[in-house]
């Protein structure tokens, strides 16, 4: 999005296909929608994105835990029920079965998490952007 840094709330339109490396790596932008049909992905599609909070998606095929390397302020991932692929527990992202642990929202100040009982896998990242060694 080149010279951006101002972007703090991005809407992805349905239309978009494909995206390019670190794609959205704005420093200010605290929330990402991207709409349904949205189906491309990209590397590090938000590297370093700090103030990152929420992420809402649909029925995006991606796998959003390898692209927010760096988003230490991640709060909340907001799946659509919709989605096949993916669904949201307390904020987190699961697989749609709710077996497998994909990414922990790790902006949140909890100093407890209990990975619910018929979890079975904790993917990577998993906890990654919980306890990165930079965060305060």
Same mark, same amino acid.
């Given at each position: 999005l080149g ?9 992805v339109a /349905?239309?978009?296909?494909?995206f %390019? ?10 929330? &990402?929608? $991207?709409?349904? !049909?949205?189906v491309?992905? /990209?590397?590090?599609?938000f590297? %370093?994105?700090r103030?990152l ?6 029925? &995006?095929? $991606?796998?959003? !835990?390898?692209?927010?390397?760096g988003c230490?302020?991640?709060l ?22 709710g077996k ?26 998993g906890?990654r952007?919980?306890?990165p060694?930079?965060k305060n």
């Open positions: 010279d951006a840094d101002s972007i703090e709330h991005l809407t /349905g239309s978009v296909q494909n %390019g490396n670190a794609a959205f790596s704005i420093s200010s932008l605290k929330s &990402v929608v $991207f709409e349904e !049909g949205c491309g992905t /990209g590397k590090q599609m590297l %370093g994105c103030n909070e929420t992420v809402q998606f649909f029925d &995006v095929p $991606f796998l959003l !835990g390898m692209h927010v390397d230490s302020g991640l909340s991932i907001n799946i659509s029920d919709d989605n096949p692929y993916y669904r949201t527990i307390d904020g987190s992202m699961y697989s749609k079965n497998t642990l994909i990414m922990y929202a790790g902006g949140k100040q909890e100093t407890e998490y209990t990975v619910p009982q018929g979890v079975t896998t904790v993917a990577l990242p906890f952007e919980a306890f060694s930079d």
